[in-house]
């Protein structure tokens, strides 16, 4: 009797942990939209990059890659209003993405605090999308880009003789 109870309460144990590992297993897989091709510096290349692999699935319209979870009624909500409110804050244009468009000053230093604080991406994605994370590379090249953007300034450069 008793045996079997604590078999039925492995076996639901067991099966919950498999849902579980079920969705950020199965996000590993993501099929996600062609990379965009992009125009500019080697510096910027490599931080599209990361925008595009790590920051487009809610702020960019229309690259979201879709979990195989995202039909479910609860995910399904949740997924929604992060992509809703991403975009109400910041988006990542596909044209920006690609390099077309300039990045303003004001995204560049949100874009830059984001990828430094850690706050971005969220928690709750990074539990079910591994692969996410900042790591200390994409921070060197944000630092990079930024740093190789920079203008020289011509009235005060070389004007302390
Ligand atoms: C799971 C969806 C999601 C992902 C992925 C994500 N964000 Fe966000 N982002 C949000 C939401 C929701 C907000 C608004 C609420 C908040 O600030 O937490 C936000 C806000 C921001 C803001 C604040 C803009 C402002 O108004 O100051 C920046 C900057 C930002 N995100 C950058 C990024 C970058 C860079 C990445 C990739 C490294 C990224 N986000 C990945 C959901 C996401």
């Known amino acids: 009797m008793k045996s079997s109870r604590v078999r039925k309460i492995t076996l639901s144990l067991a099966a919950l942990a498999a849902v ?4 950020p297993f199965s996000n590993l897989f993501l099929h996600r939209p062609t990379p965009l091709p992009v125009e500019g510096s080697e510096e910027f290349r490599r931080v599209s990059v990361v925008l595009q692999q790590k920051c487009a699935d809610c702020h960019t319209p229309k690259r979201t890659a879709y979990p195989v979870y995202s039909s479910l009624p609860i995910a399904n909500r949740i997924i929604e209003t992060d992509i809703e409110e991403a975009q109400k804050h910041i988006i990542f244009s596909d044209d920006m993405l690609q390099g077309k468009t300039p990045i303003s000053a004001l995204d560049k230093a949100k874009i830059q605090s984001a990828f430094l604080d850690g706050g971005m991406p969220p928690l709750k994605y990074l539990a079910l999308h591994w692969d996410a994370k900042i790591t200390r590379a994409d921070k060197e090249a944000i630092l990079t880009w930024l740093q190789s953007e920079k203008p020289l300034h011509p009235d ?3 004007s302390q003789e």
């Open 20 to 23: 579980g590992l079920f969705m």
């Open 156 to 158: 005060t450069a070389g």
